[in-house]
């Protein structure tokens, strides 16, 4: 089975790329088949940290119909374990104006891939497309910096997530669904008021859309004296979003990210013994865990 996991944050620069690229590596090192699909619109860039300047092809190319199938604009990294990418597109025209169907073709050929895992580099920020490719993955990461802005940014990503996620649960053409279409929310609650008093009963529905979210919190670029208050942040989360959000580990602040970048190859290849290496080495070793356990469920069903 191919598992698809989704990174996202709130506000831009938090260290997306980077981790996923590292997690990329590590997986593909592991011996597992892994993809990397860049989804960033207008700030695609995955390929770079890999010392893949001219890609062949990238998305716009499958967007655009000039070639076939999502399969064709699969690069194949062999200095790097064999890794593939899909890159993204530097057009951001197209992308930003793809249509509900274009999104619908991308995301049904993504889960299509030949891949043990797919990893979605989905960008920064709650537009429609970044929520629904976010929202598209088996498992969601989450990225924020320490400081109080990346962490409220963090917490209305996750809002508008769930509120999302909740949308997406009634069908369009339900009489919930109906009456939520044509609002605006801003909180959770909203929508959870307007669908009770539309149809009795429809709270505890959309409350069940989000009992299997759990996205997976990674605070990068930590310094020791401005950690996170985590367990009020989960408290504040599961509390006003209704969501648990176990964590995934936290990266230190570490100038052997910024030396990688710039040799075009993963921290944790360049320098594995550097603590940002060390604590990416021990996210990859999480999610290698959750990955057998999604492997024994679906043998076992
Ligand atoms: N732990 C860290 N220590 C030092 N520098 C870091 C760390 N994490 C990321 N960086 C640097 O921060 C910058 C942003 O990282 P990256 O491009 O991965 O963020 P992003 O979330 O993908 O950004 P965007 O939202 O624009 O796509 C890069 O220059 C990267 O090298
Ligand atoms: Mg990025």
Redesign the pocket.
Known sequence: MTVTISIG?GK????????LCNLAFLLARSGKKVCLVDL?IG?A?AHILFGLFEPKHTITDFLNRKVDTLKDVVHTLYAFNGLQIIPGTGNTLQTANMSYQEKQRLLRSISALDADVVLL?V??GASYHTLDFFMSGDIQIC?TLPEPTSIMDFYSFLQLATIRKVLGSFLSHSDVGNTLKKQNFSSLAEVFALAESTQPGAKKKAQQALHYFHPLLVI??DIQNTKVNKKKLKQLVAKYLGIDIPSLGE?????A??DA?KAYIPVCELYPDSP?AKAIAQIAAKIEKILELFSKTSSST
């Open positions: 944050s831009g620069g938090t260290g997306k790329t980077m981790l960033d700030g860039d580099d960008g920064a990225v990068n670029r990266i230190p602040e570490d100038t990210i910024k970048l940002a």
